[in-house]
């Protein structure tokens, strides 16, 4: 599995490993009882801490994303991807949210605030 993390990046390192992997499985690309890396070969890889990568299974485990197994490594849960997908929407509810409390703020019209959504939805 490649993982695409940035230094650069707003969101945390941890944050990022979560958000790939949540989206590997909402895309098909890591099913039901896929292994993982473990957490030392991840972080060695991504030349990264073992606690950051081990805060983000940790966060995944918790959520039930994935599930350790002494002895054994890490693995995918089985998941309805119903309940991902309606995950995923309420984070991008809370960010949008965050945008527009900032227009309102700024006295950015609605107009001005979708057509900055259309040109960078487009741009990716």
């Known amino acids: 599995m490649n993982f695409i993390i940035s230094n650069n990046s707003?969101?945390?390192?941890?944050?990022?490993?979560?958000?790939e992997i949540i989206n590997s499985i909402s895309n098909n690309?890591?099913?039901?009882?896929?292994?993982l890396p473990s957490i030392r070969?991840?972080?060695?890889?991504?030349?990264?801490?073992?606690?950051?990568?081990?805060?983000?299974?940790?966060e995944l485990e918790?959520?039930?994303?994935?599930?350790?197994v002494q002895g054994k490594g890490t693995f995918?849960?089985?998941?309805?991807?119903?309940?991902?997908?309606?995950k995923q929407i309420s984070i991008i509810e809370k960010h949008i949210?965050?945008?527009?409390?900032?227009?309102?703020?700024?006295?950015?019209?609605k107009e001005e605030v979708m057509g900055l959504f259309n040109y960078i939805y487009e741009e990716e």
């Open 10 to 19: 707003d969101v945390p390192i941890y944050q990022q490993i979560k958000n």
């Open 29 to 35: 690309d890591l099913k039901e009882n896929d292994m």
């Open 41 to 58: 070969n991840l972080a060695k890889d991504l030349r990264i801490s073992i606690l950051t990568v081990k805060k983000a299974y940790d």
């Open 62 to 68: 918790q959520e039930a994303y994935i599930k350790t």
């Open 76 to 86: 995918i849960t089985p998941r309805n991807k119903a309940l991902i997908r309606e």
């Open 97 to 109: 949210e965050q945008i527009v409390d900032i227009a309102k703020i700024s006295n950015i019209s």
